[in-house]
């Protein structure tokens, strides 16, 4: 296995998950919790390991030449994030307590699951960013088996970093204040990115 491929890929795709976004919002909130972290961290993982997986086979040329594909993409995102967004802010209007560590609430697997799945698999941005940009650009590697490893390799890095490492953050979220300002925060990242989709 070629290591500069691999390092290559590890660097690209951690700097694509860097930004704030739906998926990363949403393992932060769990983190911060400590619901479910670890099932929440691996699907997010194992999500991108598989986009990462068609990208670097192909996949992501042809969702490039299938228009309606892209745009069912863009408009199905922008309803979830809408939606999503929706409930964030209704969650800063109502939040009344700050965050109990000792508290095992954070609904049930199924639901967070369920949840972590749509913000991965219904984002245009994951397939624009993993698939297509990655794919495309693997092409280039000299060794495109590493450098899809070592992309994957990244996003599992990030995940279980943001989760488990959210539990540092414990103390600031046990104000109702700190609550209510990320909420907004995620409500309003999840309706840019819904405007961007639309608009372009």
């Known amino acids: 296995m070629d290591i500069g491929s691999a390092l290559e890929g590890f660097a690209l795709g951690l700097s694509l998950i860097l930004a ?3 998926q990363n919002a949403f393992v932060l909130r769990q983190g911060l919790r400590r619901a479910h972290v ?10 991108d390991a598989a986009l990462i997986a068609a990208g670097v086979g192909g996949v992501g040329a042809l969702i ?3 228009p309606w594909l892209d745009t069912a993409m863009r408009y199905g995102g922008a309803a979830f994030l809408v939606f999503y967004g929706a409930r964030s802010f209704y969650s800063a209007l109502t939040v009344t307590e700050g965050l ?10 199924r639901a967070a699951l369920l949840t972590c799945l749509a913000l991965t698999w219904l984002n245009p941005h994951v397939y624009l ?25 990244a996003s599992f890095t990030f995940f279980f970093s943001l989760g488990y490492g959210a539990r540092a953050l414990a103390p600031v979220f046990a104000r109702p204040r700190a609550w209510m300002v990320l909420d907004v925060v995620v409500g309003l990242t999840m309706w840019i990115i819904a405007v961007n989709l639309l608009r372009h």
């Open 20 to 22: 704030i976004g739906a």
């Open 38 to 47: 670890f099932a929440v961290c691996l699907t997010c993982a194992v999500s």
């Open 64 to 66: 490039g030449a299938t």
């Open 100 to 109: 109990d560590p000792a508290s095992t609430g954070g609904g049930s697997l």
């Open 129 to 153: 960013d993993t698939v297509v940009l990655l794919g495309s650009i693997s092409a280039q590697a000299a060794d495109r088996l590493a450098f899809a490893i070592g992309a994957m390799i």
